[in-house]
């Protein structure tokens, strides 16, 4: 079988980036990753919105010692729809050191859902991002987020900071963890203080559940790299808030970037300026992602 195009103009992740300056504390984990593919193997969803490279488990575990990670937490893209083949079997490779987030139908079965957290998918990610996906409604994502939830399994949610005031009852009514994905993406051109993130820290303000990764300034920053400043304040406003309840990752490798890719450890380099003490670092990288996702080891 031939392999498929890549979508015009796609940038493949940064081959041989640096050492971070930063040194990682150890343990650490990557909480927010994707593979992809490699295809054919693992074959893209026909219903994708784009075609990536191949970025396979191998070329995830080099980039982890490069940068000095322990761990990864391993998202299914959606260009791989809802086939989570290629996700589970980087978590069989990965000898416990790996977890996953899947994507699913509305339709899976109970059976489905118990076969995908013995696996060691954590969560299921509701996607309300249109770009990527045709997004299902609230309604119907209710009954199928208990069910989750009763597999043992939290909910990762993704959306853009303009959908936040349509989404906030629906997220605020989840009856289970719920991660938002990069802060719920806000505008980094306005103020902190701005009414649109003010609603976000006010949901997690109000609903001791909702964790979020503070992740993805090459996504999400306009004065852009290396130092990605506009993002500081907003990355640091919610860790100093919520030490507890956040997240960080790679976004590696970092799909539908256009203006640049990042050297990966210009991300990691990031990490003190967000998070400035030992304790904020170590409760960010290594404690709250271990409670979640590894509770078994006891951190
Ligand atoms: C991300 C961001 C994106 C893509 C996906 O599943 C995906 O295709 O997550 C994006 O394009 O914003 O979270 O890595």
């Known amino acids: 079988m031939t392999a498929v195009s890549k979508t015009p103009g796609w940038l493949d992740f940064y081959h041989n980036p640096s050492r971070p300056d930063f040194q990682l504390p150890k343990g650490a984990v990557d909480a927010h990753c994707h593979v992809f593919g490699p295809d054919p193997e693992f074959p893209f969803a026909a219903e994708r919105k784009y075609t990536p490279c191949n970025a396979s488990k191998d070329d995830l575990w080099a980039l982890k010692s490069r940068l000095g990670f322990t761990r990864n937490v391993i998202v299914q893209a959606t260009c791989h729809g809802s086939d989570n083949r290629a ?121 001791e559940n909702i964790w979020c990764k503070t992740t993805c300034p090459e996504r999400l920053s306009h004065t852009g790299p290396p130092t990605y400043d506009d993002f500081v304040p907003f990355a640091h406003s919610i860790i100093s808030q919520f030490p507890d309840r956040v997240l960080w990752g790679t976004d590696w490798p970092h799909p539908n970037l256009k203006s640049h890719m990042p050297d990966d450890a210009w991300l990691v380099d990031m990490i003190p300026r967000i998070a400035p003490t030992k304790i904020l670092q170590r409760k960010l990288l290594v404690d709250n992602p271990m409670r979640l996702y590894w509770p078994e080891e006891g951190v």
């Open 87 to 207: 996700v589970l079997d980087a978590i069989a490779d990965a000898h416990g050191l790996a977890k996953g987030i899947a994507s699913v139908e509305v339709g899976v079965s109970d059976g489905e859902l118990a076969r995908l957290a013995k696996g060691g998918i954590k969560a299921v990610r509701f996607n309300f991002v249109k770009r990527l996906v045709m997004p299902v409604s609230p309604e119907i994502l209710l009954p199928l987020a208990a069910r989750i939830d009763a597999a043992g399994m939290h909910i990762v949610i993704y959306f853009e900071s303009p959908d936040l005031p349509a989404l906030y009852d629906f997220i605020a009514s989840i009856p289970a963890i719920v991660v938002v994905d990069h802060m719920g993406r806000p505008d980094l051109s306005k103020p902190v203080d701005s009414a649109e993130f003010l609603l976000f820290l006010k949901l997690m303000a109000a609903h």
